[in-house]
């Protein structure tokens, strides 16, 4: 039988003092890295450059104070300390403090210094990521801080890495991973959305996803506004030798909408990638799965503005649905005006979508198609909102893709009209588009409670399409498409036939010669 170590109890005045001894030690110690990293921050003089030793003894300075915190926290959190004590550390913002002064001033202090002090800076951030990982492991009680803090100081080692590509992807994985992992704790938050954009590189589409999510989640990341420009501004000035044509001209298009930019290639580009989008999805079958929920979702946030407090569908989501004024004849009293470039982005969006529903019976288009119909059922739910879109939203083909859905299916398929929960004993699994819709402002009332509470799907499977998942996207997209004709007003189904229809307004003529014929097998749907 193994001798366990003896462990003394220790009781709560021992505790106390012990805490207020590591305080006042710390302070100390604080008190010197603020002073000295003001000092080394506002010395311009390039002929006072920092020896060996000195940087040495900078970053013997700040390990110091890491290993003070360490010690403050670990006896705040001690399991025996007392409520009170353990609301000291939130109460003197110390998660906060240490990566303030015991870190993040000191590497913006190394990285101003660069190249001169990259050994330097190497060494202080294993040193640091080291000190926030065993954290992670020792005091749960801040893990979130924890999280975002790894992923901060693996994107400074990964931005420093020049010479070794491979050094630099490590450090992306590393650094996504923790964002990733953060987001999903926090996945109203826009900053870490932004976060992973920066990540993204050279994915333009996966990094326009990020930045547009970011600004259109409950916790919006203002500072995304200026960033997203690095991504903007190359396609501005016709610098896209790294982007597929189709993607250059997306993005493109976003630019100018987002910028107000060169608003004179708006047509052009817009005109150009909904020409090269059919036979790009052709082309690239497997890969658009992926694609085409960022480019929903992308699409979606246009139509926000961006997030943009004076654009007419965020004014119309500010209140609640039974906030909004209607007339005598149930027509909607509109608040806002729409501009012109909500005008421009609604245009684009619909020409977007109406050329990816015109691959009815292509199920790699189909989480593009879940992505949107999201949208606009929530939509649905505001009448000043979807008053700005139902008239230009191409409901026609939406019924006719909803139809060819229902003819894959089994005889007898039943449409839920609810969200299919899985059975008592299983865990839920989200779709991949799931994952990339959680937290935005229109899918918040999508998903149930705990649909995302699976701890057991690691970050890589939550974007892998295990071939369960065509069925239930299927499942998902015939039931927001009862779910929206259920008011009668923009798609219809009619339970005799067991067929999706359109009001009369909505019955267009559709062109089967927009209906390309490289890889699809044209189904004899009713039109």
């Not at 009862?482 to 923009?490: D, E, F, P, T």
Request: a negative charge; hydrophobic letters at 35%.
């Amino acid at each position: 039988m193994m001798r366990q170590p003896e462990t003394r109890p220790i009781s709560q005045d021992q505790l106390v003092a012990e805490v207020k001894g590591i305080y006042a030690g710390l302070v100390m110690v604080e008190t010197k890295c603020i002073e000295v990293d003001n000092a080394q921050s506002s010395n311009t003089d390039a002929n006072s450059k920092l020896n060996n030793e000195q940087w040495q003894a900078l970053i013997a300075l700040h390990r110091t104070l890491l290993h003070e915190h360490h010690d403050f926290f670990l006896a705040s959190q001690h399991p025996s300390a007392s409520p009170a004590l353990r609301r000291l550390a939130s109460k003197y913002a110390m998660p906060a403090r240490m990566w303030r002064h015991g870190i993040h001033s000191f590497l913006e202090l190394l990285r101003h210094r660069l190249p001169a002090s990259l050994e330097h800076m190497l060494t202080f951030l294993y040193l640091a990521y080291s000190m926030m990982a065993l954290l992670y492991e020792t005091v749960p009680a801040f893990e979130d801080t924890w999280i975002e803090c790894l992923g901060d100081l693996g994107r400074y080692r990964m931005a420093i890495e020049d010479d070794d590509i491979r050094d630099r992807e490590v450090w992306t994985g590393v650094s996504r991973h923790w964002y990733s992992k953060a987001s999903d704790k926090s996945p109203t938050t826009g900053r870490l959305y932004h976060h992973l954009a920066i990540l993204a590189r050279p994915n333009a589409l996966q990094q326009l996803y990020y930045y547009t999510k970011s600004l259109c989640v409950p916790i919006p990341f203002s500072s995304a506004r200026e960033s997203i420009m690095t991504l903007f501004d190359p396609v501005l000035n016709n610098n896209t030798a790294r982007l597929a044509p189709v993607d250059a001209a997306y993005v493109r298009a976003h630019a100018i909408l987002f910028s107000g930019k060169s608003q004179d290639q708006l047509e052009e580009s817009v005109k150009s990638f909904i020409d090269q989008l059919d036979s790009h999805i052709g082309r690239s079958p497997k890969r658009w799965l992926e694609s085409g929920y960022h480019i929903a979702i992308s699409q979606s946030c246009s139509l926000l503005g961006y997030g943009a407090e004076s654009n007419v569908l965020m004014r119309a989501m500010s209140k609640k649905p039974e906030e909004t004024d209607v007339t005598m004849d149930g027509n909607t009293i509109s608040e806002a005006t729409p501009d012109e470039t909500f005008k421009l982005a609604l245009d684009f969006a619909t020409r977007t979508i109406s050329r990816v529903l015109y691959r009815w019976g292509d199920t790699n288009t189909l989480p593009f198609v879940h992505s949107i119909l999201v949208f606009m059922n929530h939509m649905t739910q505001y009448p000043a909102a979807i008053s700005h879109l139902e008239d230009a939203y191409p409901w026609k083909l939406t019924s006719i893709m909803l139809n060819t859905l229902l003819l894959s299916c089994e005889p007898g398929y039943e449409i839920r009209g609810h969200f299919h929960l899985p059975e008592k004993d299983q865990l839920p699994h989200p779709l991949p588009e799931d994952f990339a819709m959680r937290g935005l402002l229109y899918a918040e009332d999508y998903f149930p409670n705990d649909w995302f509470s699976n701890d057991k799907i690691d970050e890589d499977e939550k974007y892998f399409e295990l071939p369960s998942v065509s069925e239930e996207r299927k499942g998902r997209i015939l039931s927001l498409g009862y779910r929206i004709a259920s008011s009668g007003n923009w798609l219809l189904w009619n339970g005799e036939t067991r067929q999706f229809e359109v009001p009369e307004k909505y019955n267009v003529k559709i062109n089967l010669d927009n209906r390309q014929k490289d890889n699809i097998e044209i189904q004899d749907t009713p039109i």
